[in-house]
């Protein structure tokens, strides 16, 4: 990518998340934020950051009208759309508390969730999800309103409203509370593979800073485009999918599904990525597949494009001597590796894998390549990124180095202990 645009906005600007949000419309009113799948046009429909600005200036009046205090949660179980994040932003703008949930998690999960953050406004995709809560025993107690962003059926339900009778048509100026930095901005409640789902609580401050020594070990730029397809619920695709490109001013845009993802990622042609290993299983399988299917010659000749492939990253990662195998590659990264490379768009400058690790063998194949997988390893209650790897100091079979003031080490038990060096929050 040529004439990048580095445009970054520090944490001290930024104050809180809405904040950065405030300063990037600021920045770059005009540039493409968001971008969705319109199915009756079937093409993609871009928001600008002033239109982003405008609707959060409604969902902001809509939720003061409320029985809200600052401090109080507000919870989200949509999938990812550009409404995630108006209303994650509406609500932030507001001093309220986000809540996270993921939109197709067991009722009774939600329904505890939402009893023990005792959330009091709900925003879902539909009243089919709603009927399911009420239907567990532990129904949500301290909700006063539940928000559907399609139409419901249910209108004798006083705490529901759809989104499009909720909304006035225009918001009002609203200033929004002092804030501080190490305010509490969102409860992230982990899988409770150990018991019950636990609350994460994080700052703006402990997000806003994860962002930041994320770009600076993976560099962002305006003119990037993120295809977002992981669960805003989770703080992997929250921080890195999400409030990063807003740092930078970069654009997201909101794959239809993942079944659809193979179809978007060549539509859209993303540049930047954030994935979980099971994309690439499922597409180093789908290729082991379609060798066995052809002559033995193609797959001699996809091996050695990935053998030959390989040392070339190794001799860029100064690792390895110069071969005059390399002379080779020209030929084939024209015959086999940029075929590969074109199925994830033909442009990704990075991509971060994290939430499991990727074995060695299909990292290697995928790199080998010339895709850029870069792994990392991080939790919830880190913001969530740890360490990750870098483009020049890239070793696959790790996780990369740790962000800058992060300090790890390994204690009884040979447990991982992490903290923060300069800023102990």
């Known amino acids: 990518m040529s004439n990048q645009t580095k445009d970054i906005i520090n944490p001290e600007d930024a104050v809180t998340l809405y904040g950065l949000f405030q300063e990037r419309v600021k920045r770059t009113p005009d540039t493409t934020a968001y971008s969705s799948y319109d199915e009756k046009s079937r093409s993609w429909k871009n928001c600008s950051w002033a239109e982003m600005e405008v609707e959060v200036q409604r969902w902001r009046t809509a939720l003061s009208k409320e029985a809200l205090s600052p401090g109080d949660r507000v919870a989200i179980g949509i999938c990812n759309c550009k409404e995630w994040v108006i209303m994650d932003q509406a609500a932030l703008g507001l001093g309220l508390v986000v809540v996270p949930l993921f939109c197709n998690d067991h009722p009774e999960n939600v329904a505890y969730i939402l009893n023990n953050a005792e959330v009091k406004l709900l925003l879902l995709d539909n009243e089919d999800f709603w009927l399911l809560l009420n239907a567990v025993p532990e129904k949500p107690e301290t909700l006063v309103r539940v928000i559907t962003i399609g139409k419901f059926k249910n209108s004798n339900d006083d705490l529901m409203s759809s989104l499009h009778e909720w909304l006035p048509e225009q918001g009002d100026e609203i200033t929004p509370p002092a804030s501080r930095s190490d305010g509490l901005a969102t409860i992230v409640y982990t899988s409770g593979t150990t018991g019950l789902p636990k609350g994460v609580e994080l700052s703006h401050h402990n997000i806003l800073w994860n962002a930041v020594a994320g770009i600076e070990s993976v560099p962002v730029y305006r003119e990037d485009v993120f295809l977002s397809f992981l669960p805003l619920s989770h703080t992997f695709e929250r921080t890195v999918g999400y409030y990063i490109p807003m740092m930078a001013g970069a654009s997201v845009v909101y794959t239809r599904s993942v079944k659809e993802l193979a179809k978007d990622l ?100 995928f790199i080998g390549l010339g895709l850029p997988l870069l792994q990392g390893y991080g939790m919830t209650e880190a913001s969530p990124v740890v360490s990750v790897n870098v483009i020049h100091d890239n070793m696959p079979s790790s996780v990369g180095i740790p962000y800058r003031d992060v300090q790890v080490k390994i204690g009884n038990d040979d447990e991982l202990l992490v903290r923060l060096a300069s800023h102990r929050r």
Do not use: C, N
Request: positive net charge; without cysteine.
């Open 266 to 365: 060549l539509s859209v042609r993303p540049t930047l990525l954030v994935s979980v290993p099971r994309i690439f299983e499922r597409v180093y399988g789908k290729i082991m597949e379609e060798l066995e299917k052809k002559p033995a010659i193609i797959g001699r000749l996809f091996q050695l494009a990935v053998a030959i492939g390989w040392k070339r990253f190794e001799h860029m990662q100064k690792r390895e001597m110069w071969s005059m195998a390399f002379l080779l590659w020209p030929l084939l990264d024209r015959l086999v590796a940029q075929k590969i490379r074109d199925r994830f768009g033909g442009r990704l400058r990075a991509v971060v894998v994290g939430g499991a690790p990727l074995s060695s063998e299909i990292s290697k194949v």
